[in-house]
């Protein structure tokens, strides 16, 4: 099982896409300690993999402590972060630290894209600059990209710059219109753009070795069981079953797009919360409906269930919007 913990509102840059529309640092994040006892309950829970996310986690003076602390409860410390923090003496100090994996933000190999998209100049050389810091430590990464209309078409272009940078994978996250994200939903891709990119993310795996990911986009699991490819992955869409994230203040999400509260760590354990709260139970019990409740691939698809909620006015058990097959049936 993965989880997310958004450590922290606060970020360095201003993507037009984030979905936590971070910029500033709440006040009522959670402490160290809050911290350190969350990681020991999330461990507790069953979960092996926990990402520390943001805003930007790099910015929490204490991220070292708290992933030193992760590993010490059994779990597998790994970051999502945009890079542009991680100096030589950072990256060591992960690497000394346990971190496992960082993922960094990377959406075009065009300098100038990528920077207007995550609302800094200088970006792109930043990230690169902390992508050859990691090399240097000797800590293992991977490159994340979202994927919009602009940069659709040169995806696997930036799984070929991951495979020459190093990168043990490369995620492509499909944009869930949330926080920030709202504003730009005219760019995300529908039903076959959707589709087609599953399909060559797909292809392009038969020719690397690094992992590709897509995130948010749970069908590729029903395409590579049309065509007969192997996945190590069990299901596309986790939220609620294997999968979580906290919000900065402890606030319990099914997903970081899904913006329906199960409760809060400070009110109640973590633990318990996977395990008692309705709205976890609803996702794992409660069937789908619409074109979901009869494509037959629920069991390694389960359609996005974020999407569903956006697009159904809140109906998080609805059908996924872009998903041809269903409808098609």
């Known amino acids: 099982m993965i989880i997310s913990w958004n450590t922290t509102q606060a970020c360095n840059i201003n993507c037009i896409h984030c979905y936590r529309d971070a910029g500033t640092k709440y006040a009522d994040e959670l402490s160290t300690a809050e911290g ?47 890079g542009t923090l991680i100096t030589p003496a950072v990256a060591k100090q992960l690497k000394a630290a346990g971190l496992a994996c960082a993922g960094i933000s990377l959406d075009s190999c065009d300098k100038a894209k990528h920077d207007w998209f995550r609302g800094r100049s200088g970006a792109w050389e930043q990230t690169m600059a902390g992508i050859q810091a990691c090399q240097a430590a000797g800590l293992s990464f991977q490159i994340h990209t979202t994927v919009l209309d602009w940069n659709e078409g040169e995806v696997t272009a ?69 065509r007969n490819l192997p996945q190590r992955f069990t299901k596309g869409c986790l939220a609620g079953t294997a999968y979580c994230v906290i919000l900065p203040n402890g606030d319990v999400q099914s997903c970081p797009y899904l913006p329906v509260k199960a409760g809060n760590i400070r009110d109640a354990s973590f633990d318990w919360l996977w395990k008692e709260s309705p709205l976890f139970r609803e996702l794992r019990q409660q069937p789908l409906k619409g074109a979901c409740s009869r494509c037959g691939f629920d069991d390694v698809c389960g359609g996005c269930r974020a999407r569903a909620y956006y697009y159904a006015a809140g109906d998080y058990l609805a059908e996924e919007p872009w998903c041809k097959y269903g409808r098609e049936l």
């Open 36 to 82: 350190k006892q969350l990681l020991s309950e999330i461990a507790r829970a069953g979960f092996k993999i926990m990402i520390f996310s943001g805003g930007e986690p790099l910015l929490r003076s204490d991220i070292f402590e708290l992933i030193g602390h992760a590993k010490s409860v059994g779990l597998r410390p790994v970051i999502g972060t945009n």
């Open 158 to 226: 930036v799984t070929d710059l991951a495979v020459s940078l190093g990168a043990v994978a490369h995620h492509i996250f499909f944009l869930v219109p949330t926080g920030r994200g709202r504003d730009i939903e005219e760019t995300s891709l529908k039903t076959a753009q959707y589709e087609a990119l599953l399909e060559r993310i797909l292809d392009k795996q038969l020719e690397v070795s690094i992992e590709l990911k897509p995130t948010c986009a749970p069908q590729f699991m029903r395409i590579a069981k049309q």
